[in-house]
């Protein structure tokens, strides 16, 4: 039996959840409103203030579906209570960032600005060298942070670059000259 997949979730009051056929799941929260299609071979079960979910059998991909469709719909409920938060770190001379309607500009040392538009359902807010991007999908969240993240990622010399906070980068030693 999957150790995640067999594991119930808490339904918090103020969250309604809804199953509908094909496993289609709308979670209902104070922070807004989820809708996803999770795996239909999964049955999902709502009792008593918990969701359980249970597989038919015992095939590899079966045990696989199994935690992961618990995994998405724990990350709904869990989003629609209290939101997901990613804070990026800006480092380096002269890299900034700002921010502006739903418009992020990054100057990361190119010729021009980078400049990005907030997904639907995401918002960023720059705080000095922080970019805290803030959501109730904790995969829009995560995406969007990566997107951020890949216009200038951290090199090892010197750690310039856009970081997560809790990101450790492995730096290098520099060469060094000849006697």
């Known amino acids: 039996m999957s ?5 119930p979730i808490a339904v918090p ?3 309604t959840v809804e199953i509908a056929e094909n496993n289609k799941v709308t979670v ?6 989820l809708c996803r299609v ?12 918990h969701i359980l979910i249970s597989r038919p059998n015992d095939i590899k991909k079966m045990k696989s579906l199994h935690g992961l469709t618990r995994s998405l719909l724990n990350n709904m409920v869990v989003g629609v209570t209290d939101g997901y938060t990613k804070e990026l770190e800006v480092n380096g001379v002269g ?3 700002s921010k502006s309607g739903n418009k992020l500009t990054l100057n990361l040392g190119y ?3 980078v400049i990005m538009e907030d997904p639907q359902g995401v918002e960023s807010t720059v705080d000095g060298n922080k970019i805290i991007i803030k959501g109730i999908d904790k995969e829009k969240v995560g995406q969007y942070a990566a997107n951020i993240r890949d216009k200038r990622r951290p090199e090892p010399y010197k750690g ?3 970081k997560y906070m809790d990101e450790v980068i492995r730096r290098k030693v520099g060469k060094t000259g000849k006697k």
């Not at 150790?3 to 594991?7: A, K, L, S």
């Not at 209902?28 to 409103?33: A, D, M, Q, R, V």
């Open 111 to 113: 010729s021009h600005p």
């Open 13 to 15: 009051a103020g969250v």
């Open 38 to 49: 999770l795996p239909s071979a999964m049955e999902i079960k709502q009792e008593d203030g």
């Open 3 to 7: 150790r995640i997949g067999r594991m």
């Open 95 to 97: 890299y900034r960032a």
């Open 28 to 33: 209902k929260g104070p922070k807004g409103e």
């Open 160 to 162: 310039k670059g856009i």
